[in-house]
């Protein structure tokens, strides 16, 4: 069974810093690229950064570009999101994603991780 499980979440004043993490289970991703997306209430889903796992070439989304970094960890098959200078509009629910396509939404999901920053 194919798991992507989120965790790292919390609140956290602007300006601050927080690392998520995507441990990811049952299967191999090592063809795949590893994505986060975030949604906000009332907003559509936003692409947010993406890593391709066997090449670690990256892609980030123009609101979040040089204040964040995707990474990924070979032997713990994990994937993190190092988020710095976090925004108020940072606020968002993130979900790690994981698909064929490079910012592309695949079809392998977490369940997400609460990310609030505060003024």
């Known amino acids: 069974q194919v798991q992507l499980v989120e965790s790292g979440g919390g609140l956290v004043q602007a300006g601050g810093s927080l690392r998520l993490s995507c441990a990811v289970s049952?299967?191999?991703?090592?063809?795949?690229?590893m994505g986060w997306f975030r949604q906000a209430p009332g907003k559509e889903r936003e692409f947010v950064a993406a890593?391709?796992?066997?090449?670690?070439?990256?892609y980030y989304g123009s609101s979040v570009k040089g204040r964040f970094t995707i990474s990924r960890d070979n032997a713990k098959n994990t994937v993190y999101l190092q988020m710095n200078s976090l925004k108020v509009e940072d606020t968002a629910v993130y979900y790690c994603?994981?698909?064929?396509?490079?910012?592309?939404?695949?079809?392998?999901w977490g369940r997400g991780t609460q990310v609030t920053v505060s003024s």
């Open positions: 994603n994981a698909g064929p396509q490079l910012g592309v939404a695949g079809e392998y």
């Open positions: 049952g299967r191999s991703f090592s063809t795949y690229a």
């Open positions: 890593i391709v796992w066997r090449s670690s070439v990256t």
